[in-house]
C-alpha cells in the first residue's frame, strides 16, 4: 500500500488527517508523515492503530490489531469495573458512618414506667444513663450471666414462633 492510498481509504472513509489520527490515539503529523510516504509499513504502530479505524488491505497483519482493540475494551471495561467498586465502597463507608452516628430515642422503661425520652448514644440503642456506654460485661461470672439470659431469651422466641407455627397449621 502506498501513502497515497492510505489517503484515498481514509478520505473514502470521511475522515480528515486529524479525525483519522484522533480516533486511532495517534498524531495528526502521523497520519500526514505516512500518507507521503511511497510505501506504508503495515505494521508500524501508527499505522496498525490507523488500521483499527481503517479498513487497510493486508489481512494478515489485521489480527493482531484486532486483538489489542479487544484488549482496549476488555482494560476499559475493567476499568469501569474499578470505578463501580470504589463508587460502592464510598456510598457503603458513608453507610457505616451514618450507622455509627446515629442517635434514636433511648426508650428504656423509666421508674415512673414510661419510656426514655433521651437520645442514645452515637451508634448505640440506648442513652448514657441507660446502657448506652456500655461496651458489655467483662467478668467470666458477668459473660456468664447475659449468655444465660440470652440463651433464656431465644428459648422463648423459638417456643412463641413454635406456637405461631401450630397455630397456622391447625
Ligand atoms: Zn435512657
Not at 433521651?118 to 447475659?146: D, L, N, Q
Amino acid at each position: 500500500m502506498t501513502g497515497a492510498e492510505l489517503a484515498a481509504i481514509r478520505k473514502a472513509a470521511g475522515l480528515s488527517q486529524t479525525e483519522l489520527a484522533q480516533r486511532a490515539g495517534i498524531g495528526r503529523h502521523a497520519v500526514s508523515y505516512w500518507e507521503c510516504k511511497a510505501k506504508v509499513e503495515r505494521s508500524a504502530w501508527a499505522v496498525e492503530r490507523m488500521g483499527e479505524v481503517l479498513t487497510l488491505p493486508d489481512a494478515l497483519v489485521v489480527l493482531p490489531v484486532r486483538r489489542s482493540s479487544i484488549d482496549r475494551r476488555a482494560q476499559e471495561m475493567a476499568r469501569q469495573d474499578a470505578l463501580m467498586l470504589t463508587t460502592i465502597q464510598a456510598v457503603e463507608a458513608r453507610l457505616k458512618a451514618i450507622k455509627a452516628n446515629r442517635r434514636v430515642r433511648c426508650k428504656a422503661k423509666t421508674r415512673k414506667g414510661t419510656a426514655c425520652q433521651m437520645k442514645s448514644e452515637p451508634g448505640k440503642r440506648r442513652c448514657k444513663f441507660h446502657g448506652g456506654r456500655s461496651t458489655g460485661p467483662t467478668t467470666v461470672e458477668g459473660r456468664a450471666r447475659i449468655a444465660e439470659a440470652q440463651r433464656k431469651r431465644w428459648a422463648r422466641w423459638r417456643a412463641s414462633q413454635a406456637v405461631k407455627a401450630a397455630g397456622l397449621v391447625s
